[in-house]
């Protein structure tokens, strides 16, 4: 639950500030900061961009089974340049998005800044939308991934696929299963 100081909430319900969102992506190779305010904005020292090419985003939505967010991001990407980062470093990439607010009148950003989201990516999608190229980011808390439903075989193949050094399948063979990880 978010926690709004009264002085803020007065702000917003006169409608003297306006707010924006500011998207982190702490990607290894370098963090990306995007904002879908008309300018860029700076907090705590990072510059969030407004020509970063955040498109669009999904409030974030809560699993019925458990309560731990989901959250979509839509991007341009004209040059291809995150979908050349995400081809390489995308899943488990930390994702923090905030909410900053302005005065309407004298631009002024509000000292309070509220986190909205903060979490990992799951997943990354890139599409052609209207004749222009397009980043799909879905984002999950990790008590959600456990109700994602995974296929595994017991072999050694598929066990050192995803740990190389893990040998705890070797004399699998007689008994190869499909094992379904997670909520069924």
Known sequence: MLQVSAELLALITA?????????????????????DAPWDITESGDTYLADAGLLSMSPPNSSPELSRDIFNMTFADVDLALRTILDVEN?????????????????????????IYHGKVSSTSW?????APTVKIECSGPLTKLHQIRDRTTTPISQQALYPADTSMAF?????????????
Request: zero cysteines.
């Open 15 to 35: 409608r003297i500030v306006a707010p924006s969102v500011l998207v982190e992506l702490g990607f290894p190779s370098g963090f990306v900061y995007a904002t």
């Open 91 to 115: 899943v488990g990439t930390p994702v923090r998005v905030n909410a900053a607010f302005t005065n309407v009148e004298t631009q002024v950003m509000w000292s309070e800044v509220l986190p």
């Open 172 to 184: 699998a063979h007689d008994t190869e299963k499909t094992l379904h990880w997670g909520a069924l």
């Open 127 to 131: 599409s052609i939308e209207d004749d």
